[in-house]
């Protein structure tokens, strides 16, 4: 079965500095997503990674796939407060699922 | 191009009634699904709708839940009795089912507050 755990699951940080948010699956899966939610909105997508050694950056937030590791990693680079949300990877299942990870809610502060 | 919309955005119940939600999904594709998310937690998927032929409603309690979706376009979840346990946002997504990313197209959810 598989799993998906995010640490941290709450994050408080400062406008300016940088941060990563971890993503680990359990079994093998050969896309990760990411995406973003705002306090009473939908999920809105940010990233689709789809190999081993996938990078894609929006802005301050870049993300990486390492699938041997089972790892995702999302780094947000010099903060701002727009980017204060939940942010919850989630690994493909196959037959077209998705298994979502807790969700990590990042704060940001002046 | 117009997104997956759902009916209500809020309902407030008492234990024991029942409630049901709607979801239309964007034009054209054919994998439908429902979500229940947990206050504090990712978004659990119920049932897995292709065309109008249920995929996986593994993780669905079907003693109180069932959800259809008629001519494979819209859909409906209903909750038959509720229980205190039931308040979630329900997320209806969508998805064209074929390419490259698979990637899902969430509503704006239904936030059900069971009293």
């Known amino acids: 079965e598989l799993k998906v755990e995010q640490n941290p699951l709450f994050l408080s940080m400062q406008e300016g500095k940088n941060y990563t948010i971890y993503c680990n699956y359990s079994?093998?899966?050969?896309?990760l997503y990411w995406y973003r939610q705002d306090p009473g909105k939908s999920l809105e997508s940010l990233f689709v990674?789809?190999?081993?050694?996938a990078v894609k950056q929006e802005g301050r937030l870049m993300a990486s796939l390492d699938t041997k590791a089972r790892l995702s990693t999302l780094h947000i680079t010099a903060a701002v407060h727009d980017l204060s949300a939940t942010y919850f990877c989630?690994?493909?299942?196959?037959?077209?699922?998705?298994?979502f990870g807790q969700g990590t809610r990042l704060t940001i502060n002046p | 191009e117009a997104g997956v919309a759902q009916s209500p955005r809020y309902k407030i119940i008492e234990k024991r009634q029942s409630v049901a939600f709607w979801c239309n999904p964007i034009?054209?594709?054919?994998?439908l699904y429902w979500y229940q998310q947990i206050l504090g937690q990712g978004p659990k998927l119920l049932i897995q709708?292709?065309?109008?032929?249920?995929?996986?409603d593994s993780q669905l309690p079907k003693d109180r839940f069932s959800a259809e979706r008629l001519k494979g376009v819209d859909s409906t979840l209903k909750i038959q009795p509720a229980k205190l346990e039931d308040s979630a946002v329900y997320l209806c997504?969508?998805?064209?089912?074929?390419?490259?990313?698979?990637?899902?197209?969430f509503g704006p959810g239904t936030r059900l507050t069971v009293t």
């Open positions: 997504a969508s998805s064209t089912g074929t390419g490259e990313f698979y990637e899902q197209y």
């Open positions: 079994t093998t899966s050969d896309r």
């Open positions: 990674l789809l190999s081993n050694g």
């Open positions: 989630a690994a493909f299942q196959g037959a077209q699922k998705l298994v």
């Open positions: 034009s054209g594709h054919a994998t």
């Open positions: 709708f292709q065309n109008n032929g249920v995929v996986d």
